[in-house]
């Protein structure tokens, strides 16, 4: 932040430092493990007095001089320059912690260059024992090198008491100094066995060839057994948060995890194979170079995994990959990136300047880890799939439940900056469609009521005001088809009377959405329209789309359980509110004792594409497609370690309840893992968070919040509470039972509602909601305009939907059901949702509002029956 940007673009991305660094990394350790080959050898040649050795220990000293001291010094100081302009603040940070480290260890490197020197051009100068002195001269400086360099790059991983001591030592010698000594000990005399291999293999003579070969294996197989152990031993010192991020968290580590163990068994075979004389020397000769490309790979891997496991930190704890210092995070956040920074054009943001702001806040923020469209973390790919609001959303979740990235430090503006920069400067995406208007629908004909005349009232209604099912059944399965109706039968008089006795109730779908003839089921209907049938158990309960209702359980009402309604019928014009016909008839007879119609809405406009990639399936504004199921699998596979795509793809699709059951002790249940988890993504967006999943958005095709608090501008977050608080509830809940994921993604969420986490109660699903009387207390009228947070039913039974007044009559029978309560007004025919109170009473009022008691009782009532303040007038004009 308070240096330039060094922009490289397409060799971004750690290019460079990868490629610099594991070269001169693997140099330098050959250069330390060389030396004691060198050392080594030549006293194994004086102690055989062999001429021929002490020959090839001459010619691979020439060898390792070029190697180690002009190309391992190139390198070395191409480190320096381009750590200093790629992360000039880690940089900074390194050369302030250790500055006399670095001043010994390049005392100790001019010591190397002196002794190797020395050594090599006084071959046969010297007396033996004097010239191997120099020799172990040459090893004690380089292992010393070794010894100062790894205590600083152990640090940046592992820097221990340092983050609250500052103390030298304690940052020097810290939890994976030790390890880290010996398995780069090990790690240097197996390379020196290693490139032994090379200058061995172009000796001329047979003998000293096979001999010299055996040699080299030893070298290598030997420090290769103890460079595992220490693995092991590295491997436990680290503490957990790297150990997890090592072996669970990061995506880049696996892949290189598992070449190291492969490259393993691979390097030791071929030491094998190149000790055994009876291969032709040919052969030998691109065996050897192979391995010095094995060698450079596993170097890198090792390299590779230990970068990775520090992340999202330059150094582990104190420094982010984006150059911020944690201590100045909350700063920066609060005043944003661009005010922060000192090498930036902008600091303000405007409509006009937004792309180039971005710009330089993806500079900043991005690319010291992301190239664009080059070899290493290039940046298009990973968001190819993203529309501007998703990208939006990502930034926004970035850090808090996948950790190796930092969490991103700007304003809400910033952040939509960098966003649209990314979706539309690097991808160049067009903007979103403008969703279609919903189809209006004729208005629906309203059955006739003859107040003087008819016996009974027939009220029928849906148990949810709107069953949004996932059309995704080839790959999942989040909600099935499978509305619930409800009815009651009033025979009316001064004393009404709920019949449930010697009476049939009847219930059908219009014409248009009965299955053809040759659909004998939901799921080959199901078929005709995926192209293969699911296997997945929904709980279906067999009822079709007509069919006699069931007497319910415990309440004076008529039920029809999970009817498979899907809002596709044969014309396929999308219809997400089709109206049932419900008839009463008596039990010997047959005649008809009353009709009414009541809608049974369904919606399949789950918006997960919008995060997820794909189009939508069905008219550019509702359904699951094929491209947005199998990503929302594959990013499930990747977070949590599932096969579930793979099982799709073999036919065996899995429904999310299956796992995510209530009484699992490990996995969260459906309503907290996907709230708690998108909470991460959509905190502070507002309704919006609600209307990217749910079919609520007042621009969708479903528009399902159609109820009379709509047309007060009520909005989702006026009784469920903002994203945020309706998942902490939920994630409290599952906090309680001892689940570790709710820990997880409680981490990075706030309150809106309250100041603290611990004011917000704890929310089971489908049980623990908003209420009526939570804001009309004793039926009056509200004084707010939103639900207290913690206000919530306390069991199923007590939820508006399942309950009834004093005489027996359920809520939703006269106010309708949730989110469409009467008066409601439909977005597709404005007359869909209040049918049975406009054919009773010519209104779209509550049944029985503004005094209208004789609809049932057949006289005007002076006594309040129902609940209190049933005898006043509707407060609201319609």
């Known amino acids: 932040m308070n240096y330039p940007v060094w922009d490289l673009s397409t060799f971004g991305g750690g290019f460079w430092i990868a490629f610099i660094a594991v070269i001169h990394v693997y140099v330098a350790h050959f250069a330390v493990g060389g030396g004691f080959f060198l050392v080594i050898t030549e006293m194994w ?125 304690d940052a020097f010698f810290n939890p994976t100094f030790s390890p880290a000594l010996f398995f780069r000990t090990f790690m240097a005399l197996m390379l020196a066995g290693l490139f032994g291999f090379v200058t061995s293999v172009y000796i001329k003579g047979k003998p000293l060839r096979d001999k010299m070969l055996k040699y080299c294996a030893v070298w290598l197989i030997l420090p290769m057994i103890l460079l595992v152990l220490s693995a092991f031993w590295y491997a436990a010192a680290l503490p957990e948060a790297q150990t997890e991020m090592m072996f669970s968290l990061s995506p880049e580590i696996m892949p290189f995890l598992k070449l190291f163990t492969w490259l393993t068994p691979v390097i030791m075979l071929t030491a094998i194979f190149l000790a ?69 054009s902008h600091k303000e943001i405007t409509p006009e300047n937004q792309m180039t702001a971005g710009q330089e806040i993806f500079r900043l923020m991005c690319s010291p880890c992301h190239s664009v469209g080059g070899p290493i973390n290039d940046i298009l790919p990973v968001t190819k799939k993203y529309p501007v609001f998703a990208m939006d959303a990502m930034i926004n979740g970035m850090g808090k439940i996948d950790t190796y990235m930092p969490i991103f430090p700007g304003t809400k503006i910033e952040r939509e900056a960098l966003a649209a920069y990314i979706v539309k400067g690097l991808h160049d995406r ?31 209604w849906n148990n949810t005001g709107m069953q949004t099912i996932s059309d995704s059944d080839p790959f999942w399965s989040i909600q099935p088809p499978g509305n619930t109706i409800y009815a009651q039968l009033i025979r009316r008089g001064e004393l009404p009377e709920l019949v449930t006795d010697d009476v049939i109730i009847e219930y059908s779908a219009p014409p248009e959405f009965a299955f053809p003839a040759r659909h004998v089921s939901f799921w080959s209907y199901a078929e005709s329209l995926f192209g293969k049938t699911p296997q997945l158990d929904t709980g279906l309960t067999g009822n079709g789309l007509k069919g006699e209702m069931a007497p319910h359980p415990s309440e004076n009402a008529f039920i029809a359980e999970m009817v498979p309604v899907v809002p596709y019928p044969e014309n396929a014009v999308y219809n997400p509110y089709p109206v049932f016909t419900v008839t009463a008839r008596e039990a010997d007879s047959g005649d008809i004792l009353a009709t ?138 599952e906090k309680k039972t001892g689940k570790e994921r709710a820990e ?117 009532m002076e006594d309040e029956m129902h609940h209190p303040n049933t005898l006043t007038m509707f407060r609201n004009t319609y």
């Not at 190697?67 to 880690?90: N, R, Y």
Request: glycine share 6%; charged share 20%.
């Open 45 to 169: 040649a004086a102690r055989e007095d062999s001429s021929e050795i002490l020959a090839y220990v001459k010619k691979h000293t020439q060898f390792f001089l070029l190697l180690s001291v002009v190309f391992g010094a190139v390198t070395g100081v191409g480190i320096w320059f381009t750590i200093s302009l790629l992360s000039p603040a880690g940089t900074s940070s390194l050369i302030h912690t250790f500055v006399f480290a670095f001043a010994t260890e390049w005392v100790f490197f001019l010591g190397e260059i002196i002794a190797i020197f020395i050594y090599y051009y006084t071959f046969d100068k010297m007396a033996p024992k004097q010239h191997q002195f120099i020799g172990w001269c040459y090893v004690g400086f380089g292992w010393l090198s070794l010894f100062t360099i790894n205590g600083i790059v152990s640090f940046m991983l592992t820097p221990g008491d340092w983050l609250t001591t500052h103390n030298f030592w």
């Open 276 to 344: 055994i004389r009876f291969f032709p020397v040919s052969l030998k000769k691109v065996t050897a170079f192979c391995l010095i490309i094995m060698g450079l790979l596993y170097m890198g891997s090792f390299e590779w995994m230990r970068e990775a496991a520090r992340k999202p930190y330059i150094i582990f704890g104190y420094t982010f990959s984006n150059s911020i210092n944690t201590a100045d995070l909350e700063a920066v956040t609060k005043t944003g990136i661009l005010k922060s920074a000192r090498w930036v």
């Open 430 to 460: 067009p903007d979103e469609k403008t969703p279609p208007e919903p189809n209006t629908l004729v208005a629906e004909k309203i059955p006739p009521f003859n107040a003087d005349k008819d016996e009974y009232i027939l009220l029928a």
């Open 596 to 733: 009414a119609k009541t809608v049974v809405p369904v919606s399949t406009e789950m918006g997960c594409r919008n995060c997820h990639n794909g189009n939508w399936r069905i008219d550019d504004r509702t359904g699951i497609g094929a491209v947005t199921s199998s990503d929302i699998l594959a990013v499930h596979d990747e977070k949590t370690g599932t096969t579930l795509l793979e099982q799709a793809e073999n036919g065996s699709p899995k429904a999310c309840k299956s796992c995510h059951t209530p009484d699992d002790p490990k996995i969260l249940n459906l309503s907290a893992s996907i709230h708690g988890f998108h909470a991460n993504y959509l905190a502070g967006m507002g309704d919006a968070a609600c209307h990217t999943c749910h079919p609520s958005s007042p621009d969708g095709a479903t528009r399902s919040f159609r109820g009379f608090h709509n047309s007060m501008d009520f909005s989702c977050s006026s009784c469920h509470g903002r994203m945020e608080d309706h998942a902490l509830a939920l994630l409290i809940n």
């Open 744 to 860: 997880t993604l409680l981490k990075y969420l706030s309150p809106k509602a309250v100041k603290k986490i611990s004011e917000i109660n704890p929310r089971k699903p489908w049980v623990n909601e908003p209420d009526c009387l939570h804001c009309h207390i004793n039926f009056e009228m509200p004084d707010t305009d939103e639900v207290e947070i913690n206000s919530r039913t306390t069991s199923e039974s007590g939820l508006f939907r399942n309950r009834t007044d004093d005489a027996g009559i359920m809520c939703a029978a006269c106010h309708g059901i949730t989110h469409a309560v009467y008066p409601a007004e439909n977005p597709f025919s404005s007359n869909r949702d209040v049918l049975q109170p406009m054919q009773y009473q010519g209104n779209a009022y509550p049944i029985g509002a503004n005094k209208n008691c004789r609809l049932c009782h057949t006289i005007d």
